[in-house]
């Protein structure tokens, strides 16, 4: 599940649907024939383009052995996000689609997505419940967790070792470890190439002790802690110890295989490869938490979720098929989460049968999950929210603004927005 958007979907937050039509061109993605085939209904299901070979050859052989429905898969690379937030505006979307961390707060309030509250049945307490309530709205359901994905530090321990550097547990320890293990030919830690734009917005917010939001959905984060926080994500990039202009992105584990980065902050779909290149000299961890006395390390908690669109012509088949798959085909789940790449199934039931993630980093990675998740961002942080904080995580990383100046700038947008969607 690596790329483009694999990095949306578990990037800082917000920015979620804001993934030009690539790939769209005339072709609607739903059947010509769509209503009927052969005297069963006609259903289009979209997907992003997972990065993983074989994937694709799955969601087709879970539609194909669909009985009640002739199910048509696209696969759509590039802006996926884009696509399909512009086709839910038209009648020429799919029946149904995958979106990252579910459905937008403006597609749940507009009626582009149907309620699936009734699918789940006595499997409700199975799935992971910080996944179903990300997709509640108003005690309603719109959307069913397909995998959960998240991100972690990953590090070689030889090469902390050598520099007398233990796993860092706070920011500081952090800095610290980076400086000390960057060299000639290596850098002590990669975040991305925009320097952590992209995936610590969040990570900021819960080292800090803070969130996006409050528990009665306040602006969350205008607090000294938080100033503190992403000053120190600048003083990162400014520290001479991050890798930039690196070939592939945080998403992809190439710059840590090929030992160009001695840490970096990467997804849990990486290990396979990290595995394979440091059978036994490596290592993961949270991101830490600020300092010892301020918050608490954190990982990031996504998933795709499966949606059902408001516009379909067979809203009740479309509904039939997404349980089907994604709630009664558990042999399918679990193959779908750990066949094709390295991700934790969203029910519990599986996640236990699930022998990669029994031993080694990837147990150690289930445990963050469980002992350090947090959902992406919360369902009432809109895009334009996560605009104005990524264009802010910009300029403070990158320029040097002033957090508190920015963080007041983005808090005057996010309240507008929850007014908005209040209304």
Known sequence: MAGVTRRRLLAMG???????????????????????????????????????????????KYAKAYPDATVTVEW???????????????????????Y????????????????????LGDAKADFTPSLIERLTYKDKLYGVPQVTDMQLLVYRKSLLS????????????????????????????????????????????????????????????????????LRKLRELFTSKTLLLGAPTDWSDPSAFTQGLTAMQFTGLWTLPAIQKAFPDDFGVLPWPKLNATTGKPSVPV??????????????????????????????????????????????????????????????????????????????????KSGTAYSDALNRIIRSGADPSTEIKKVKTVVEAELKRIAG
């Open 302 to 383: 996504g998933a795709y979720a499966s949606c059902v669109n408001g516009k379909s012509k067979n809203v009740d088949a479309a509904k039939k098929f997404v349980k089907w798959l994604w709630v009664d085909q558990t042999d399918d789940q679990l193959d779908f989460a750990q066949s094709y790449g390295f991700h934790i199934p969203a029910r519990k039931s599986l996640a236990e049968k699930a022998e990669k993630l029994k031993s080694g980093p990837a147990a150690d990675a289930v445990k963050f999950v469980n002992e350090n998740g947090h959902a992406q961002t919360p369902l009432l942080w809109s895009p």
């Open 100 to 119: 990252g961390n579910g459905p937008t707060i403006d597609m749940i309030k507009g009626g582009q997505v149907v309620e699936l509250t009734d699918l």
């Open 76 to 98: 759509s690379p590039g802006d996926y996000d884009k696509k399909t937030s512009t086709a839910l505006l038209t009648s020429q979307g799919p029946d149904v689609f995958e």
């Open 162 to 229: 050598a520099a007398g550097v233990q796993p860092p547990q706070t920011v500081d320890e952090l800095l610290d470890a980076a400086k000390k293990l960057t060299t000639d030919k290596v850098k002590g830690l990669f975040v991305g190439n925009d320097g952590g734009v992209g995936v610590l917005g969040g990570p900021a917010l819960w080292s800090a002790g803070l969130d996006y939001l409050t528990a009665d959905d306040q602006f969350g984060f205008d607090d000294p802690a938080a100033v503190e926080s």
């Open 14 to 60: 917000g920015g979620l649907a804001a993934m030009a039509v690539a790939g769209c061109g005339s072709n609607s993605g739903r059947p010509e024939s769509s209503g009927s085939a052969g005297g069963k209904p006609a259903l289009s299901q979209w997907y992003h383009q997972y990065g993983e070979a074989g994937t694709q050859q799955a969601v087709e």
